[in-house]
């Protein structure tokens, strides 16, 4: 396990690929580890040339828990940000992409591709608008602008990922919960092989899933707001990857990211939906690895 202290807080991170290579981020999404990465998606970014880093995002996987102060259910949070309210939340999508300006600092790297998926991406977002010196380009994938309008998700997609694990501290328990969420936001078009999914889920939860963390992460999002104006600001090349049948973030939210960010290219696929399917990998690969050249 690596470790360091970026930001103020302690980031937990692995590194595979060239070393001499270009640098290239992967910021993962709601409370999920960097092990929830498919290794086809790992593996085949490596083998393109990069040096590949992935971090456990503050609030999950073996990096730092944020102590808070109680915060609101998360409905009523998104109800107030829905009318456009303040949402009160420990930290925001600006504190998280800190994080990651703040590991690529600890380890003396000056600029990076950096690509993120679903949370991630506005993650992703958030740090190519406030930290564009060290953006080399930005990939957003299965993410949104915050437009709640346009980022409505279907009942039972939303309902899967509001719902908790049975047993929160067993990892069993936990990779049940997540096997069943990804089988309701998964991709229609390319069914996940059942054991395959297992044991990316059953590997993320034994690196750590924390509910209450992934709230905050929920609450960082909801409480960052409508981002269309900083998209507006980008100046990174971007490319914007979705599912045309993503239950979870409507194809409705890429399509308005890829339109907000200046000169953004803009790649969809039939059949996916909030994931990534080991059928598209390499597709998807080579399209990140093709934009980043």
Partial sequence: ??????????????????????????????GMSLAFWPDPFVDGLARAGFRVLRLDNRDCGLSQRIAGEHHSPIPLAMARSVMGLEVHAPYSLADMAADVAGLL??????????????LGGMVAQVMAARHPACVASLTSIMSSSGNPFVSIARPRALGAILHRPRDPNDPESVAEHLVHVMEVIGSPGYPADPQALRELCGRAARRGYDTEGTARQMLAMLASGDRRGELATIAAPTLVIHGLEDPLVPKAAGREVAHCIPGAELLEFEGMGHDLPAALIPRIVEAIASHCR
């Fill in 1 to 30: 396990m690596r470790v360091l202290t970026a930001n103020g807080i302690s980031l937990a991170y692995e590194e595979s690929g060239d070393p001499a290579g270009p640098a290239m981020v992967l910021v993962m999404g709601l």
């Fill in 105 to 118: 600092d600890a380890l003396a790297i000056a600029k990076a591709h950096v690509v993120g998926a679903s």
